[in-house]
T-cell receptor
């Protein structure tokens, strides 16, 4: 299964757009890309998933490069509540979903 | 109202003892899961259940035994506790096992083994 690489930390100010990158150079054709976030003392929360191109929902957008080796999670207009650890996961979908969480990207948001 | 309840929130145990972590979900989901997150390791997938049947076990130790008395319950029994078992244990659920990639997590039980 593909391994992911993310920056360990990022900082932003409230109101800024934040882009969190994730490298998955060994992603298989059958694997999907998922993003979760986790705030302290809570379980992870699903943000978005995608296979290729561009996906958007009410919380975030996800851009996936044409070769699928790089994905970027975009958070528009971050607030203090967006401060969390963001995890990029690459795995099979559905019943074969076996997430491997890495260390993630710790996002610090300044007022 | 919380949709996934985990009890207790905090748990302190002595080495060698046995504890049961409780998980109940009120989302009407058919699949449930257990994860573990310790200070030393990232979040680890442990078990998956579908309609009260074990679908996947990623835990090497038999000291960890899930127990499902109802479709919306998946407890985790841990025997012969060790200090290395200290971690936060998260329960999660999804509508179906086939849709396992859309999981909702509970608030966790923080276990400390002395």
């Amino acid at each position: 299964l593909a391994k992911t690489t993310q920056p360990p930390s990022m900082e932003a100010y409230e109101g800024q757009e934040v882009n969190v990158s994730c490298s998955h150079t060994n992603i298989a054709t059958s694997e999907y890309i998922y993003w979760y976030r986790q705030v302290p003392h809570q379980g992870p929360q699903f943000i978005i998933q995608g296979y290729k191109d561009y996906v958007v929902n009410e919380v975030a957008s996800l851009f996936i490069s044409a070769d699928r080796k790089l994905s970027t999670l975009s958070l528009p207009w971050v607030s203090l509540r967006d401060a969390a650890v963001y995890y990029c996961i690459v795995t099979l979908s559905g019943g074969n979903y076996k997430p491997t969480f890495g260390k993630g990207t710790s996002l610090v948001v300044h007022p | 109202d919380p949709k996934i309840i985990q009890k207790p929130k905090y748990l302190v145990a002595v080495t060698g003892s046995e504890k049961i972590l409780i998980c109940e979900q009120y989302l009407g989901h058919n699949a449930m899961y257990w994860y573990r997150q310790s200070a030393k390791k990232p979040l680890e997938f442990m078990f998956s259940y579908s309609y009260q049947k074990l679908m996947d076990n990623q835990t090497a130790s038999s000291r960890f035994q899930p127990q499902s008395s109802k479709k919306n319950h998946l407890d985790l029994q841990i025997t012969a506790l060790k200090p290395d078992d200290s971690a936060t244990y998260f329960c999660a659920s999804s509508q179906d096992w086939e849709g396992a990639d859309t999981q909702y997590f509970g608030p966790g039980t923080r276990l400390l083994v002395l």
